[in-house]
């Protein structure tokens, strides 16, 4: 649905004009009018073709005004000599048209000339930047900056997908660095944020309307209190639309998903009874994974793997099967692919490597042919496979994973979907799901989403990715789903050096700052390492939603107060502060008379269990509390273990009051507290030893999300 | 010694007026002059007492010239309406003087009219700011920034100690956000460097002549291509100096910090029988802990503690003993102090609470006095006290800890403390000391310095701290100290939020940026959170110092690969690129044609260990590569430990043959890569499993120190 309707006929005449010249680009009065289609303001202007058309003109205009060269072989107008600003009067627009022209002629012989346009001068103002590009994954981005230096220098600007609603827009003009500015500096008067929205509004939608205009600047725009007018339009168009990407309707994913993640039947191509062969590692799996489905053995020789029969082929099953994995080499795979196709079989664990990131393009694109024309959906290739414990299924060479939970995992390289596992089990991280993408042939990111979205075992969503083959459809996925489910995303390839990097599985990454704009506006929890990724996939789900932004400290250790106080503005948490006089005097009757209250309510080093419960209590108790940070000091008074008991009990206590929030933990001490961190985590309070910024990056990331999914008052 | 030279009689003979006339802040002409006398450039300009006078001298001058009013009482000249800028001739520059005195009279009708001032208008330019102020823990400071929005909305400013140097000056410019506008945008030229660094250097060596000069603003200066004119110059004064912090000689505090950590004999002020007593814990760290000088509990009532004879006061014991550990309630502190202080003790460690953080400042202040007056320095109070390991001494009572090593940690707050313990204790990291500060009455973290500095047994420093006491003492040890050994730091109360909650010590933290600008000025490691520290504290000492800039990775797992690479970029760390053509061929040689050469080396997955060693060795051997990140894939064919021994070997292998470089690893893979992680740091490869960004932060640490002691090429 269109956030705005623009006078569509207008532009497309004016398109087809430039289309039939053969031009890339429109002059300025085209642009002027493509705007005005629009309702975007642009100053009052007319194209003259003699000098003294022009005093006339700019005479009726009023001064200043500025006069450019228009003509379609000059793109560059400034460095060509063909603009002169501030023109004071009659006369100087007369002397200004002759040396544009002049200028024109010697910067290109043989430029054809339209005339010179004369434009109103916008004066004062604050000036700003919109914009429209066309990115390979993402589509059409509108861009929004402060103009000059601020881009130029800072790169201050920040995008986003178009059509951009008016919220998107309010959310770019608050998005930038120098957002203060808007507001008036110096004493100056705040711009409307109306018109601006109004301006990103409409750019994004005329953009969405005609994919033909690749790219579009209004820079600057003058905004002021009552409004913005854009001095300079310039609007580049590309006649030759790459085809879109296929997609399947989310229905058919969602279809096919399930049959692959949940399915009756697996069939094993390649399976083998050669230890230390891939095929025999995933018939292990398997087995000792405690599948319950139909497993079918598929070897061309031994009637038997592992004392499952086994087939020639696929089509051999009697049965009906869902999901293939594929253990042979790279040169077998087509037409065992084709054979699965031919069986009706969802999808195709395609483990073998060997195609695209060897530079086996062909290979690939043949496997992409077969599975569209079969309707197979292919996971990889070069891939470890996935797990899917609900099911019990380790379809994967990996080792077996079995401790269940709800974060569903995925990966688009191999190694990481390695950490993933390593840590998982280390952490006794409960998963529902680990899966390797690897060349995303086929199944990538948003598929995932759309089968975890419906999937009631999975409560948090976490993917590392290099790039989004189709980051529109994951985005506008992605926006859904992370309003049911917490989204995480480790983008690799941040950096320049980093997205060069990640050529390994031939992917190209855009610029990160595009990336982070639109996951933002996506709803997308961000990850900005591999631990972190992972830390958030585990605390995340198992803490409560809170209910509202008012953080509050507990500590026994008054330094790491501060640094949880640090730790919270660094991850966007909000400390209930001033402390209500009521509310600080209650907690005052539980510390001593030299802790403080305020907040951190610092309970001091040498205090007993009841005071750490006491607090305690009354934080889960107190309606206008939402979340709480402890800060436990190992003493000999409160040992780690006794400490990590009695917060488990208070917090169970208060749940079953239905006073049920957020509760993380951050204790300092010997290593006797890093099994206290351990049990803490496991009975539902993230807890770190040693660090005051793990368990509040975790309840940042908790916030983060039910900000953006709209739970928090 | 004087960076500049100014002409201070001049400046003396100005301020002595201005302290004569009770008055607080400069006029401008008084600025003029005091910029001339240090070689400030400054347009043109003069007073003028009448309408006429004013037309004439700006008609000398060449229009235009901006007009400002002279008034002692007027500060905010232009709030006052008392300044017109643009007069373009002589009618207008009468005009503008009577309009400047009618608006000065009606803003303040008692003000103190000296006159107009009529001043060269600069044209054209960069506008920056150069400034100076006075820190409470700093003292003078000089501040550069880009003029107007760049400084009042994004706070893009850069602080250093006064007087800056030409190289601080230099790192000043390039280390605002907008240093690329100094090198001229928009087709502009750049800037004089020479000239803007003239100012600095200027601006910080007046302030520092003159400490009754509390601020400073050049604000803006015009900087061109041929040099920087100030335009506006504003001095306020404040003739009241706080008198300066005391500070033994660096001789006398390594003397007396000498005998404190490295006694003969340590008394026990408190020693006791009773179990669950500090002092009766301290006696068991420092027995059990292995301390080999005498020990003198002083008790009282018991003959006896520990089975050690007891005296009733430090003046009984008959030999000499250099450090007292106190055990002794708050009240009793003082006169113990002070026979402590009679008896010629070194150093008292005041592990007491109950003054400074609970509001018993008297009670604090006393014991500074006894400790000045006897010469005897205080650490504490309010801590938990002191380790360290080369004398096997546990002045603490907190648990013994024996694992020796090079890292000498300290912490103003006792939980922190207790996180260091118990983290060095499970990450078996070797310490040499650690030592808690608390109320920081007396030594503080430019003490330990000093005594480090000297101290061969330690290589790494690392300090927690909420605030300095004097930030400038610190600086400039740090600065000395860390060119020798890395200093690290974590600040904590590095947000509002944090610097709020940073009152438990008393500490008041000052804005952060100068702590960040001066921190790196003094050559300090600044780490970001707890556990950073005390990552960098456990890798940092056992990385050699890296020769030069190129970094390569080589790894087994594409998907690190490009993690590790954005890492680098995080970290400061330059990836050897483009890869010579000679060392490409010669990795190649050793990977599969589908790997990757350049840079990072991609064995891919499958490969044996002889892939790893093979290209470890390369890298080490090959003298244009100065440091290697290794990134493990675990998989059948080289499982972890294999993997982990291997890479030990040939980092000894080489290192045996003279060829020794930074190597750290970053390892994917089940939970089995956690022993090999441990293996591989206990073997001095600095190794994390689960993790891309940790191993690279720990070189990059390294690398950073390297940079800033002169030592990479």
Known sequence: ???????????????????KEGRDSLTAPEGKLVCDAYGINVPKEGVVSSAKEAGTLAGSMGFPVVMKIVSPDILHKTEAGGVIVGVKNADEAVTAYEQIIANAKKYKADARIVGVQVQQMIKG????????????????????????????????????????????????????????????????????????QDVIVRVSQLVSDFPEISELDLNPIFASENGAIAADVRIVVNFDQKPARFRPDEKAVVTSMKRI??????????????????????????????????????????????????????????????????AVPAKFVASALKECGEKKIAGAILIPSGFGETGNIEGQEELQRIGREYNIRLMGPNI??????????CATFCTAYDVKGSTALSSQSGGIGMAIIGFSRSAKMGVSAIVGLGNKSDIDEDDLLLFFEQDDNTKVIAQHCEDLKDGRAFAEVAKRVSKKKPVIVLKAGRT????AAASHTGAVAGTDKIYDDVLRQSGVIRANSLRQMLELSRGVPILPTPKG???????????????LSDACVDNGLKLFKPMPDDLDAAFRKFIPPFGAAGNPVDITGGEPPITYVNTVRLGLEDDRI????????????????????NMVEIVNEMKAKGKTKPVVASLAGDVEVEEAAQYLYENGIPAYAYSTELPVEVLGAKFKWARSAGLLK
Chains 1, 2 share one sequence.
Not at 275 to 304: C, F, H, Q, R
Not at 549 to 563: D, F, K, P, Q, Y
Not at 635 to 644: D, E, N
């Open 1 to 19: 649905m269109a956030n705005f309707q623009g006078d569509k006929q207008k532009v497309r005449a004016i398109l087809d004009a430039v289309k």
């Open 125 to 196: 103002g604050t000036e700003v930047i919109v914009g429209a590009m066309t990115d390979d994954s993402f589509g059409k981005l509108v861009a929004f900056g402060m103009g000059g230096v601020l881009v130029e220098v800072l790169k201050d600007v920040t995008f986003r997908l178009a059509p951009a609603t008016r919220e998107d827009a309010a959310s770019m003009l608050d998005g930038i660095q120098a957002a203060e500015m808007l507001k008036g500096v110096r004493g100056g008067k705040p711009v409307s944020r109306e018109a601006l």
């Open 261 to 326: 993640m949940q399915p009756k039947a697996v069939a094993v191509v390649g399976a083998s009874n050669e230890a230390g062969k891939i095929g025999n590692s995933v018939m292990k799996n398997l087995i000792n994974g405690g599948y319950k489905g139909k497993i079918y053995p598929i070897n061309p020789k031994d009637p038997e793997v592992m004392g499952l029969k086994a087939y020639k082929s696929v089509k051999d099953v009697p049965d009906e099967i869902d999901t293939a994995v594929f």
């Open 384 to 393: 470890y496979g996935f797990y899917y414990t609900p099911s019990n299924l």
């Open 496 to 499: 320049a050096m980093g997205a």
């Open 549 to 563: 932004e008012n953080v509050v400290i507990i500590t026994g250790a008054g330094g790491s107060g501060v640094l």
């Open 626 to 645: 939402h979340a709480l940070i402890l800060g436990y000091w190992h003493t000999i008074v409160t040992p780690p273990m006794v400490f990590a008991r």
